[in-house]
């Protein structure tokens, strides 16, 4: 069955640093998005992503965070300045009609430590 | 404000009995409720979808009810075994949005 996935999927990186996470969303998928979750807390929205550009965002994802389709099968989240408060799991998702009325598929996620 | 809220972060069932999950949720008007599954350290899986004009919803051992008026959504996993225990989130958008929001979660574990 085809499968989100995710790289890498751990990342350490010091404050003030810029990090890109990685995903390969199923292929005929044309929805695309990135959910955080912070230890012990619940699934977070950030971001929302058709037809190349964001359509929906959460008021976590401020100027420091960005989101790119470089090609045809990749998607990647950017963190321009990361912070202590940025650590988290990062999750990327896709569906084929829109996650409002179709399942979300998720990858397993990108683990990220900020120190 | 809007709020998803699911009714206990912890639940314990023995094993063959049904387990009962509750989902509310205020200020939303969905269209569409969902329900996933999440083990420790992976993504949330899909489960099953339901429509507001739909009351119930079923696959194989899972059943799901959805009561618009109540604001409710309950969760149902007949003949309970430990590889059932997780936590389960529901999840829901409102009416011509797509961001989709997660409910905090009960974790359930079926004990042998």
């Known amino acids: 069955e085809p499968e989100v996935t995710q790289t890498p999927s751990h990342q350490v990186t010091q404050m003030g640093q810029e990090v890109i996470l990685r995903c390969v969303p199923i292929s005929n998928h044309l929805y695309f998005y990135w959910y955080r979750q912070i230890l012990g807390q619940k699934v977070e929205f950030l971001v929302s992503?058709?037809?190349?550009?964001?359509?929906?965002k959460s008021e976590i994802f401020d100027d420091q965070f960005s989101v790119e389709r470089p090609d045809g099968s990749n998607f990647t989240l950017k963190i321009r300045s990361t912070k202590l408060e940025d650590s988290a799991m990062y999750f990327c998702?896709?569906?084929?009609?829109?996650?409002?009325?179709?399942?979300?598929?998720f990858g397993n996620g990108t683990r990220l430590t900020v120190t | 404000s809007q709020k998803i809220e699911q009714n206990s972060e912890a639940l314990n069932i023995q094993e063959g009995k049904t387990a009962t999950l509750t989902c509310n949720y205020t200020?939303?008007?969905?269209?569409?409720l969902q329900w996933y599954r999440q083990d420790p350290g992976r993504g949330p899986v899909f489960l099953l979808l339901i429509r507001e004009n739909e009351k119930e919803k079923r696959k194989e051992r899972l059943k799901v009810t959805f009561d618009t008026t109540l604001k409710q959504s309950l969760f149902h996993i007949t003949a309970s075994q430990p590889a059932d225990s997780a936590t389960y989130l529901c999840?829901?958008?409102?009416?011509?949005?797509?961001?989709?929001?997660f409910g905090t979660g009960t974790r359930l574990t079926i004990i042998p």
């Open positions: 998702a896709s569906s084929d009609t829109g996650g409002k009325n179709s399942p979300l598929h």
């Open positions: 999840a829901l958008s409102n009416f011509g949005n797509e961001k989709l929001t």
């Open positions: 200020n939303y008007s969905p269209a569409y």
């Open positions: 992503f058709y037809n190349n550009e964001i359509s929906e």
